[in-house]
């Protein structure tokens, strides 16, 4: 079976359609970058998402920010294999929708701020996002000037919002290229996939034709973190929305994400979060 590789994506299909919005029903997964800026508000779900080397827990009213050409991608954790339907709205855009001479404008400096902080991926809190839906609803349903009206209340929020804070570290932007991209999609993407069973540093090293030296040393350049950090910090988080959204038993859960015991569990666990598993789940019961 041919294993996927990062793609540039076609979002908008000519220079006429440099602002588009829409609700998002896709399945996520696919690790993908494009030329377009994009804007993305989970409402309804929540899963892992990739963003550069930043690799988080998100759940309902999860609202980011990324430039054109930042390598992404969504795991949803699904209920019974399906998603809710319209469980977000994703908007496209082009920088160049504002015009450089617009943009080079004293009054465009936070906007020009926030695009620039784009290029790491943002994220906003809930309340931000929950206010920018009635925005980001409003862009499905206008057009012409309308639209782009309900474009810049969304972007004016942003820039006004005091708890955004920058996702990838600036390690993942000077070392990512389209190369770096294909290798770590395979990475990513296998990781994925195999993040409940064990993923020896041999296997992984393979599967993008490096020696297991060679294969941390470029990981950790890549993102910013080393290999069993980074699979840890996967599991850790899936962990996390097993404890809050179900009741499986603390070994149940252990087995489920891929740790070796429950007692390497919980210290990994504690490591990451800074409490239990058990304190954990405490805090949604």
């Known amino acids: 079976m041919k294993t996927p590789i990062a793609e540039i994506e076609q979002v908008c299909p000519s220079p006429e359609f440099s602002l588009i919005a829409e609700y998002l029903n896709d399945k996520g997964g696919i690790w993908h970058c494009h030329p377009e800026c994009e804007i993305t508000l989970n409402i309804k779900n929540n899963g892992t998402r990739i963003i550069g080397n930043n690799v988080e827990l998100f759940d309902e009213y999860d609202l980011v920010l990324i430039a054109g050409n930042v390598p992404h991608c969504y795991n949803y954790y699904k209920t019974e294999d399906r998603l809710p339907e319209n469980h977000g709205i994703t908007v496209h855009f082009s920088r160049t929708l504002f015009g450089e001479e617009l943009l080079n404008q004293h009054e465009m400096t936070k906007v020009r701020q926030l695009l620039n ?31 782009i009206i309900n474009f810049l209340q969304v972007i004016n929020l942003m820039c006004n919002s005091q708890s955004r804070r920058i996702l990838s570290t600036n390690t993942f932007k000077s070392a990512f290229d389209t190369y770096t991209s294909k290798r770590m999609a395979l990475v990513y993407n296998y990781i994925k996939d195999n993040f409940n069973k064990q993923i020896s540093l041999e296997s992984i090293s393979t599967l993008v034709n490096l020696k297991p030296f060679s294969f941390s040393k470029y990981f950790k350049k890549s993102t910013g973190s080393g290999f069993v950090e980074y699979i840890n910090q996967v599991r850790t988080n899936r962990a996390c929305y097993l404890l809050r959204e179900t009741y499986k038993t603390i070994s149940e859960i252990a087995r489920e994400c891929g740790f070796k015991s429950v007692s390497n569990f919980n210290k990994q666990f504690r490591k990451i979060t800074g409490i239990s598993p058990r304190e954990y789940r405490s805090q949604y019961v």
């Open 117 to 147: 902080e784009a290029s790491r991926g943002v994220a906003f809190s809930v309340q931000d996002a929950k206010e920018a839906e009635k925005y980001l609803t409003a862009m499905l349903q206008h057009s012409g000037v309308e639209k």
